[in-house]
């Protein structure tokens, strides 16, 4: 007998068939004598309801009391799912964050796990009962209602999983896995059988947006077993989706197992810089105060002894971006600052780069067949990313995907 994790998102329990759809699922596991404990966020569209709420009659809404109302939205969740597997004849309590004790520390809105008080949980298992939580929530040390903030339930499930040393944590989406890259940009894209946690870290930064960052970090920091599985398929034997796990030695591993783009860039170059020690500080300084995040950087040298210095940064701070760069270009004499909003980051993700070369010179040699100038490249150890025109992002993802061979699957070496 196993114990199991399994995290149900707001579209898995967006209305109450849904919700007696997953009791089913669940009862299914609980028979095979698995013991269960689930972690739900709020019904699809409810948070954005309360937040509209909470809006129209202040704004900005105060974080406190906005927490207050947020966390019901999975209190609900939580209640009827219990309801509908008793409904199952399967034994099953609720509990809010607070309940459980998910204690974190007192930043409304974005908070962060600090421990997790399982003895209640332990008990109601022990019981013989599934044990329903809610996601996306726990209690400062003051008692303070705090939330979690995006991708919250995610992290909820991964941290009970690692409290409880369950033996795997099962993430139920609306898509029945990780794949080589967006299926809808790639209809040849195809579900990974199984990742490591430093790739799925990679692919969440640059833009996949199946699992969260934080819950990605926390499963790795822990070494929770991850599984990414749709809740509209029956699955019921569990072994199905997506298994993020560590490296396995041994294993012959692909030499790119994703590619992920993210269409949130805008670049911004600062022309003319000056060229002495401390440049860098002075233009990206003030950029940090503004508490505007940076992401790759370029730095070229001119024979004149100036520089231009390129970074790009969220879309949504590209307007925040040039105010503050203006005035900095000022204070240093630069020539000017040029900015760019109709760009895209592409990016090859593979722990099989570590062992094999010449993965840069093909990228580069792909996209160069295909007519796509690069603007910026970055690298790391399993990550190589490029920044592309806009217009060119459906066309390189495939090309890529092509050029690689990401539709085929890799051979396993015994």
Known sequence: M????QKYGGTSVGSVERIEHVAKKIATFRARGHQIVVVVSAMSGETT?????????????DCRELDVLLSTG????????????????????????????????????KARIVDIDKQRVSEALAANEVVVVAGFQGVDEHGNITTLGRGGSDTTAVALAAA????????????DGVYTTDPRIEPNARRLDRITFEEMLEMASLGSKVLQIRA????????????????FEENVDGQT?????????????????????????????????????????????PVGEANIEVDMIIQNVGADGTTDF????????????????????????????????????????????????GIASQMFEILANEGINIRMISTSEIKISVVVDEKYLELGVRALHSGFGLEQSIEVSQ
């Open 2 to 5: 196993a114990l199991i994790v």
């Open 164 to 175: 409880l040393k369950a033996e795997e944590c099962q993430i139920y989406t609306d898509v």
């Open 49 to 61: 309801r309360l937040t509209e709420l909470a809006t129209a009659i202040q704004t900005p809404p």
């Open 310 to 357: 390129t970074f790009t940064v969220h879309r949504t701070d590209f307007q925040r971006t040039q105010v503050v760069l203006e005035q900095v270009a000022k204070d240093l004499g630069a020539r000017e600052v040029n900015a760019d909003d109709k760009i895209v980051k592409i990016s090859l993700v593979g722990v099989g780069m570590r062992s094999h070369a």
């Open 216 to 231: 990605v970090e926390f499963a790795g920091k822990y070494n929770v077993p991850l599984r990414v599985l749709s809740s």
């Open 241 to 285: 989706g997506t298994l993020i796990s560590y490296e396995e030695d041994g294993m012959e591993q692909a030499r790119i197992s994703g590619i992920a783009f993210n269409k949130d860039e805008a670049k911004v170059t600062v022309l003319g810089v000056p060229d002495h020690p401390g440049v860098a500080h002075q233009i990206l300084g």
């Open 74 to 109: 999975e209190q609900v969740t939580i209640a009827l799912l219990a309801m509908a597997l008793q409904k199952q004849g399967v034994a099953a309590r609720s509990f809010t964050g607070a309940q459980v004790r998910i204690l974190t520390d007192a930043t409304h809105g």
